[in-house]
């Protein structure tokens, strides 16, 4: 009977699914041109499986892959054996990239609009071009301002490209080229610029640190989920088996955050505060750290008599301490630790006294000890203080550039590009208008955000109220949505419809949904590119993508048409970009570099790095040991650095040590105190700053990425979508993590539709009441609630970004995602 | 001829589940349909809630009571200890989802997790329940491997399509050694922490065995008698752990 039943289940599904079949062609809002190129067909013929090197795109770490292609399709990727830091292991996000490559809603070639009027319910009616109408198109629009002496009314916005200098072309030589102070800007404030800032203000690196953490004997992590969500992940999750499994003795993990996840549950202690208040924690273990005696004597110095006189409250000479890497620490003890106990310290971050006194020491006694944070920590209007605090931590227990410590990561060896854009300059580049003006963002700006890298989420809001003196007339949008992705996203969408739009991604997007024209861009396993690594273990790596097979449609790379669009420029600019050729030209040149300088994997040559994949020399060459700063000579670390070179190379501070009393700041101290209403006596030291809280509601609204989100696709790739959110269970979308607590109070029962509310607007959301999250924590991962980005993600679950209110550090320019706080209530 | 068994490190293993994409892509699984999963739990209260998980693939069982139940014969064990389902033989009946006490049997024609249904997007041809562009291209019916037609169960297969090609003798098969990486099954091949181990469970010198003694590895569900060759090992000496275990059972010691 079963037999039966099952043969008649089987016939009535292949019915059932030709039917299916034919609903589903019915959609293609965005579809235009359906048929795969002829060279994909071409090549579909020929057999054998070829294993092709690439680097990932999921996530910033840059890990080599091996690409799989049979009989011209790609049906598997794997890490790259011979990468430093795949070494032939993969995150889960590694191996969709299959499902990138052939997703079905991809553009097909470049489009135009032809429905003028833009909106959510405006089918842009796009219609297929060429390639040369296109590039005409951006030209002579380029051109026209160029001649009326608006240039800076162009702008360029990149997300994960990665980096201006990483799309195969350097995108920054147009700006200056061109003539426009928005070319780029870049999506570093809705990432991670509170972590940049908070080095740069302490010890003069701007930038993310490079990480020993296979010589780490303690990680206290803060706000950085090292197991989900922390770059570079595979090589996380490499480092977590090595010292959790293998390595003697075991290294031990604290874990802070404001709900429990994977890193916390496999830590060691997991320290669940109240969100925006790690910068207390952090100082109360530097509290505990001193007044136990347990700094590292040879890296920060010592009493002049020897005798600890670190005592809860009292103050102290600055003359009876010798400072020897450091600076300011007295002083910082005087205005600030000497008060910040850990029972002062629970007051503020509700995690017990006992359990922070534990950490600290902990943490202060065990060596090489690493602090480390990311934006669970700074993305709050406190946040640079938050992550200065933090990082002093490692300035307390000696970890700068010692083994099991932390550094900075060294450029390759690159050789030159085929041209100079400096050879290229006209009168125009050199002393046009556009010099006059400051950027649409207002970054740098005495106004706007001075000391900030980029303020990509309030361009919008610039364009619609003419803040920066003019607004732009032309935008170009790469690897970046944020209509989507910045808080109170709706200004930026309002922005677009007064622009003239162009999108390159090679999906469909909101971005693209605004556009007036699109360009799309090769998948990552269609195209040469070359990637320098993001900061990992400080030695120099770059890794290089070979296209596995030619674009499956009539896409371009996106730094051919930066090319094909720089061409079409009048004058000298044309002329540099025609030089530049294209993107493979570029990096035959820049690989010549290799020839002096060969990899340890014997690259030496444009071929041999294609075929290995990556470049790279260890060691990295500078070490701190005990106090005294050493070079690399080919053998060991055997040349001694002088002051006046670890403060060029090292600690690019003016003191030219580890600065607790930032000079970075001291620079700016007029401006930082009329902007942020600092205490004068304070404002330049790590010191505590209540948080400035949005939205209005009774609970905090969290907004975590989640191990799955591969970069901003994964809500249109259904095998991701089923493993989006998997400590809860969020399947078919991402759950709202509610405490037991207050779905009592509110009557929500597990599984029911929410309202969450701030001051903003509102959202649905589906409830999971668990004890995963605080009692004044909601949590609702990014990802879903696009309404143009495809099939899949189209309508499918919650836009976090409407509720999120537009608020930034005014240090960092970081935006304040996790200050947000909402109420819910069962919808 | 080796007996193929799977050793799983849950002190190392991270639940970042790219054992589940890396099987999902190497098998061409539908979305929610991986032929191993990762598991989590919660317990516990705030202000210290305990979250645990556990990744569980096809256990590959010495007496597999999936095989038992089957009227067709259609599942079975292979002569170096791998368990099988021959498409060909299959009529769908499911009882060998019945029987399995974990759960990683699947099953076509079950409602789509995700709409719009993948499957109306890439249409399959023939007796193929979809057609996805990026399939692999091994397919063998006889085994199990590849697209899994219409009315027929799926499981698991240690991906029988790279370790059977593995030179015979080999203890152990790991990414580490670049000549045996392509024999490797893709979850233990990309598992980036190397929770996951494979070798021959038939050789005492193999990396596995050695693991399972000096880690006490244990077995899920042991009681049921099904004997699985997947071991899990659950905390440094900790001898017992979580699971029960009853190797000194075996069947062939």
Redesign the interface.
Known sequence: M??LK??V??RR??QA?GV??A??AG?SALSVVPAASKEAHAQAAAGN?VVNKSICGQCPARCGIDVYT??G???????N?GHPIAN?????????G??I??D?DRFKGPMKRTNPKKGRDEDPKFVPISWDEAFKTVGDRLNALRDKGESHRFGLFFGRGWGASDVGVNIVPFGKLYGSPNVPIGHSSICSDGSVLAKQCTDGNASYSSYDYRNANYLLMFGANF??AYRPY??N??V???I??EKTPKTRVTYVDVH???T???ADR?L?LKPGTDGALALAIAHVILTEGLWDRPFVGNFKDGENKFKTGEKLDPSSFNEKWVSGLIEWWNVELKDRTPKWAEGVT?IPADLIIKTAREFGSTRPAIALFERGAHTHSNGVLNGMAIHSLNALVGSLFAEGGLGYQMGPAYGDAPANPDDFMDAYAKEGPWKKFGRIDMQGHDDGYKMAKNMIQEAGARQLDGKAGYKLDTAMFYMTNPCFSTPNAKDWEEALKTMYVIDTSPFPGETAWMADLVLPDNTYLERWQDAPTYPFQGFPLAQIRTPAIKPLYDTRTFGDVLIGIGKQIKGPTGEYYAKLGNVENILRHIAKGFEKTPGDNGVNSFETWAKEGVWFKKPYVFRQVRGEFFKWDGKGYNITMKPDEVKKDLLKTDSGKFEFKSSYMEHKKDWILAKTGRNAEKYNFPHWEEPKYTGGGDLHFISPKT??HAEGRSGNL??A???FQ????G??QALVEV?PSVAKAKGIADGDSVKIKSSQGEILAIARV??????DVIVLPFEHGHWAHG??AKGRGSHVDTIVVQQSDRISGMANYYSAKASIEKA | MAKWGMVI?L??C?????C???C???NN?L??ENYQD?L?Y?E??????????FPRPCMHCEEPSCMHVC?TKATFKTEDGVVLIDWNKC?????CMIACPYGVRFY??EKP??E?????????EGDLSWN??????QQDASHGVGIQP??VVSKCTFCYHKISKAPKGTPDLS??D?AL?EFVPACV???????RYFGDLDNPNSKVNRLISAKKGVRLLDHTGNKPQVYYLTGGGAAGGAIPSSRANDKKA
């Open positions: 079963e037999i099952t043969k289940t089987r599904f292949l699914s299916a079949g609903a589903g959609y499986t049979t009989n399709k790609v049906h598997a990727i794997y890490g054996n032939g292991k993969g995150c889960p996000k590694m191996h969709l299959t499902y490559l052939y079905p197991l989900e595979n090589n999750l490499q977590w088996g090595y959790r499994g429990m996840n994977q916390g549950a496999a997991a669940l509700t191990a799955m259904p095998n979508i089923s493993m998997p400590t809860v269970g399947k078919k405490h668990t004890e995963l999250t605080r009692p099939r899949w | 490190d002190e190392k991270t639940g970042c589940q790219a589940s994409t890396a999902q892509m190497e699984r979305p929610g990762v989590y919660t516990g209260k705030q202000p210290a809630p305990t979250l645990s998980w009227p009529i769908g009946c499911k009882f076509t024609d997790l995700i719009p249904n993948i499957k109306s997007v890439f249409k399959g996805p562009p990026y399939k692999g291209p219409n009315g990414n580490d670049p990486r091949r990309t598992c980036a922490p190397t929770a």
